[in-house]
């Protein structure tokens, strides 16, 4: 007869995987073919239901002609490249200019109260108000000083929009995670000797950083689609563009093959972003059970 801690152990069954885990292994399967057969009843329902709708030829003419569709589809490529530049030259000021809001507020110098209360009030205010109206304000307003090229043009100052309000949600991110450190990992550095911007730099940043690296991608999706809303002030960009095709051919054709582009760009980004939530949590629990 086993006694002692090897009697609570289950044995391990000729596969070479204990009970519990063979268990989990039929519950993953059961739930993936649910899943499929699940996925499988909704397409099927879709593709006999929806052109069984009164109107779906009309709708079909006006969203889906494909002789529109590979006609402007070049087009809006080409008017794509603009995004992507404005996108690339916009998130790395959007970062610096966020982690200086963050570390501002963070800052406990009381000679430093009127910049921690400067950021606070520009992430407010900054936040308050819709992107859309920001694009309007600035794209509009400053052009409107009568300064010299190229300081007038709409797309810096769509840009300059842009980078201003992705800062103040940026900055937030950056103030959670640096929050998130508990206040002992400070504690530890003062009692080592180093000063405030040390421990920031060196204990707390560090830490912190591995934490917002997934809310961070989050925010830069939602900026990669927020880049069309420069159209709105002028620049050429893959948004405008479809319109200018739409009007061209009467046909909302163009604003499908362009949501298609961005779904080309912002689907591989939003899976690499639930990627890294998930390893985060792995390793939280990870951590948490030894």
């Avoid at 080409?78 to 790395?92: E, G, M, R």
């Avoid at 080592?192 to 997934?214: D, E, N, S, Y």
Wanted: hydrophobic share 50%.
């Amino acid at each position: 007869m086993v006694t002692g801690a090897g009697a609570s152990a289950p044995a391990p069954a000729a596969s070479g995987l204990t009970r519990r885990q063979q268990f989990e292994r039929r519950q993953r399967r059961r739930s993936t073919l649910i899943a499929a057969l699940s996925m499988t009843l909704t397409v099927v329902a879709l593709v006999v239901l929806v052109p069984r709708a009164p109107r779906w030829d009309r709708v079909k003419a006006s969203f889906f002609d494909a002789e529109v569709f590979r006609d402007s589809f070049p087009r809006l490529l080409d008017a794509f490249v603009l995004d992507i530049k404005i996108f690339l030259w916009s998130a790395p000021c959007i970062l610096v200019i966020g982690l200086a809001l963050a570390v501002t507020r963070n800052t406990r110098s009381p000679a430093l109260f009127p910049l921690r209360a400067f950021g606070a009030l520009y992430t407010d205010v900054m936040r308050g108000v819709p992107v859309i109206l920001w694009m309007y304000l600035i794209g509009f307003g400053v052009p409107g000083l009568g300064l010299e090229r190229p300081w007038n043009s709409p797309l810096l100052w769509g840009s300059v929009a842009l980078v201003m309000t992705y800062s103040a949600y940026v900055a937030e991110v950056f103030r959670a995670g640096i929050d998130s450190i508990h206040e002992s990992q400070r504690a530890a550095a003062r009692s080592l000797g180093l000063t405030t911007t040390q421990t920031m730099r060196h204990v707390v940043l560090p830490q912190a950083v591995r934490r917002m690296v997934p809310p961070l991608m989050n925010d830069l999706v939602s900026l990669q689609k927020d880049v069309a809303l420069v159209s709105l002030i002028g620049p050429i960009e893959i948004l405008r563009q479809a319109g200018i095709d739409k009007a061209k051919f009467a046909n909302f054709t163009p604003y499908v093959a362009a949501a298609l582009i961005f779904l080309a760009v912002t689907i591989p980004l939003t899976r690499f972003t639930d990627h890294l939530l998930a390893r985060d949590r792995r390793r939280t629990s990870a951590s948490a059970v030894r």
